[in-house]
């Protein structure tokens, strides 16, 4: 899973997409997230990266971070 090459985002969690002219915004671990994304890491590396830092159930790191992805491709600042 990758972010589009496109995309900008910073630090404190601001995604712009050029190509529609959107924006949002993310929280912290959302932030981190797409980093990791930017970094080309896999699920499985997200997955560990986020449970190693926050005290939160494997399982529904999955499903929120399903969701996550959901959001993302909605919004097409992810690649297929």
């Known amino acids: 899973m990758k972010l589009k090459k496109n995309i900008a985002t910073s630090e404190a969690g601001f995604i712009f997409n050029p190509?529609?002219?959107d924006s949002f915004s993310v929280n912290n671990v959302g932030s981190?997230?797409?980093s990791m994304l930017k970094e080309n890491k896999s699920i499985d590396d997200v997955i560990t990266g986020i449970s190693a830092k926050y005290?939160?159930?494997k399982s529904q790191l999955e499903k929120d971070l399903e969701d996550f992805f959901s959001q993302l491709y909605g919004y097409s600042l992810?690649?297929?």
């Open 19 to 21: 190509g529609t002219g």
């Open 32 to 34: 981190e997230i797409l």
């Open 55 to 57: 005290d939160v159930d």
């Open 78 to 80: 992810l690649e297929k």
